[in-house]
Every structure is written in C-alpha cells, then in structure tokens.
Antibody
C-alpha cells in the first residue's frame, strides 16, 4: 500500500519561500500509472489544487499560483517537493501531498503558518 | 476553470436515515467525479471514483450516481461513523482538479 508523508517547516516568514517534501513509501514515484500533486486547505478557500507532476517530470500548476509555484521529483529518494515563493498570510493552510490513482490518495497533511 | 457546487452546505440527519448530497459541475465532466469523506484533523478519504465506483474497503451503504454536470452521493442507513464533511472533486483534466465547497453532515 502506497503511503505519503509531508515534511518541512511549519512556520514561514512573510515574503520567504515555503518548501515542503512528500516522501512516498510502498511504491515508486516513477510509476506511469500515477501522478503526484499538492493540495492545500484553508477555511477561507476550502480545498485548493496547487499543482501536479508526472513521472516524466512534466508539471501543471493552478493558474492562480503558477507564478510562485515549483513542483519537482527526486527519483533517488522517491520524493517530490513543493516550493511556493513570496508567501503571505493568505498562504497559511494545511498542505497535503497526494497520489492520483483511481482517485486521490492523500498524505496526513501539514499545517504551515505564514507569520513574522 | 470548472466550478463545482455542492448542496446542501450542511445536512442534519439521524442514525439510520438515508441522505443525498448533490454536486453540480459548471460544464460537462463526463463521469470524472470523485467523492471524499473528511473528519476533523484528518485528510480526505476516497469513497467513490468515476462517479459510481466504490473504493475498496468502503461500506456498500455509500453509493454515487450521475454524469455530465449533475452527481449525487447517497448514504443509506447512516451510521455514527458517517458524520463528517463530504467533498466532490472533478478530474476531467488529467492534470488539474476542482473541489466542491463541502457538505457537513451533522447529527440531528
């Protein structure tokens, strides 16, 4: 059974870069059957898709975040990562990594707070 | 962008009741719709994919139907464990998704 686990700082200063890593266990991120993504959840915006990366390294980003987002794969560690630049308080949310198979299968989530 | 609208936002029901939640898409998504259950402090859990296919391990009292722009999630004979928030999600595009705003199912 494939499992996902988010990791990274829980507090980020305004204007800095949010960096999170998702570690995948029980399966390979190079599987062509799956894609990998980041989703965040806040009371203000609900569930918001951030972006998707495929085994080939091809990415797709939410247009509203595209200018600030980078998602990348590290096949040597079976991880994928999120970077979100120039964060503000509006980026405070629970961040989830997820695998798209038949539907979405989620990591446990991680609260990231943007505050000075 | 495809917009997903769920109704109702809140639903009060009793143990043993049958409830239905509706999700409407702003354009046709064929049957590319999933339903999730989320409990406080937990990640969403996949219940239904491709509009009506039951995820492995999910009780058969959960069912989904619909196609195009209108979809429903039905829960038969509500159990105490079913009180949670439910979300629909479209995946008409292979690379992007949109979610409904959620339906909170409360005990009456």
């Amino acid at each position: 059974q494939i499992q996902l686990q988010e990791s990274g700082p829980g507090l980020v200063r305004p204007s800095e870069t949010l960096s999170l890593t998702c570690t995948v266990s029980g399966g390979s991120i190079t599987s062509s059957a799956d894609s990998w993504g980041w989703i965040r959840q806040s009371p203000e915006k609900g569930l918001e898709w951030i972006g998707t990366i495929f085994y080939s390294g091809t990415t797709s980003y939410n247009p509203s975040l595209k200018s600030r987002v980078t998602i990348s794969l590290d096949t040597s560690t079976n991880q994928f990562s999120l970077q979100l630049t120039s964060v503000t308080a509006a980026d405070t949310a629970v961040y989830y990594c997820a695998r798209r198979g038949l539907g979405l299968y989620w990591g446990q989530g991680m609260l990231v707070t943007v505050s000075s | 962008d495809i917009q997903m609208t769920q109704s109702p936002s809140t639903l009060s029901a009793s143990i043993g009741d049958r409830v239905t939640i509706t999700c409407r898409a702003s354009q046709s998504i064929s049957r590319w719709l999933a339903w999730y259950q989320q409990k406080p402090g937990k990640a969403p859990k996949l219940l239904i994919y491709k509009a009506s296919s039951l995820e492995s391990g999910v009780p058969s009292r959960f069912s989904g139907s619909g196609s195009g722009t209108e979809f429903t999630l039905t829960i038969n004979s509500l159990q105490p464990d079913d009180f949670a928030t439910y979300y629909c999600q479209e995946y008409n595009s292979y690379s992007s998704y949109s979610f409904g705003q959620g339906t909170k199912l409360e005990i009456k």
